[in-house]
């Protein structure tokens, strides 16, 4: 038994420790940009990852010493800001832009892959400073399970795409679209919320409420949005020059639908699950 613990225990170490040597690589890359390369405007990256641990302490700091001030419960709380301002920021880049211009020239190749829209660096450099917070704040707490955890695999990912296009200012708009999603995660970091405060009543109107808020944007902000960015890519592949852009986009969108679908079903199994102990519930009622 001792044995087996101490087998596991170096398992998990090994995994945080490759986890953190890619964080660590990852940090040196981008203070290599900023400080060398005079790439100023990826301070963004630093002042996300700050806004977003200052926003861990502070909810740590005045949450009761209960289970609010559990660690997977701040992690939660943080997620859902970054999920606001996230949303917001897309919101406000593409009516910005929509007013501007129109939806005409919005998602043409050359814009989508060359330009960038007002204000979509910088958001996309806020959001990625968040994913470097969370990897580590999941490493630090141990927030995660598996051998391979798929959360730690995403933000991995998701920080290479998101660095190599601010390091080569392409494809900005493209991921500035693929955080559509977020709007999904306001819902989804919401029930975590709820759940964690103790509110699990499936009977309750406003869990009832919460799940048509989840499903909704689930299919339109994270499903059909990917599908659409996937298809546009396909399609305009012909567009694209040798380099590894096309790849990588490809690669990262199917990443992402590969995660929605997993989403899914963990989606459905809770939904089930709520439904088959609310029905229990009502039975013992009546008995």
Known sequence: MAKKEMEEGGKRNAIELF??????LWLASVSFQIILTHQTRLLYIIAGSFFYQTSNS?????????SLSDPLFVNTAVSLIHSLVTSSSVIFILSKQWLNNGLSGMFDHSQLVEGTWSWAFEALCFSCGYFA?????????????????????HHLVLLICFTLALYRNITINYLILTLIC????IFLHVRKVRRMAGIRDARSVIVKLEWCLNWTPFFVARCVSHVLITAKLIKDAHKFGKGVELPLALFGMAGM???????????????????????ANHRQHHE
């Open 58 to 66: 502070l909810i740590r700091y005045f949450s009761p010493k209960s």
């Open 257 to 279: 639908n590969i995660l929605n679908i997993g989403l899914g079903m963990d989606f459905l199994k809770a939904f089930k699950r709520e439904r088959k102990s609310q029905h």
């Open 19 to 24: 986890f953190l040597t890619t964080l660590i």
């Open 182 to 185: 977020e709007l999904h995660s």
């Open 133 to 153: 917070y969370d990897q580590w704040d999941m490493l630090h707490y141990r927030l995660y399970s598996g051998w391979i955890p798929s959360i730690l695999l």
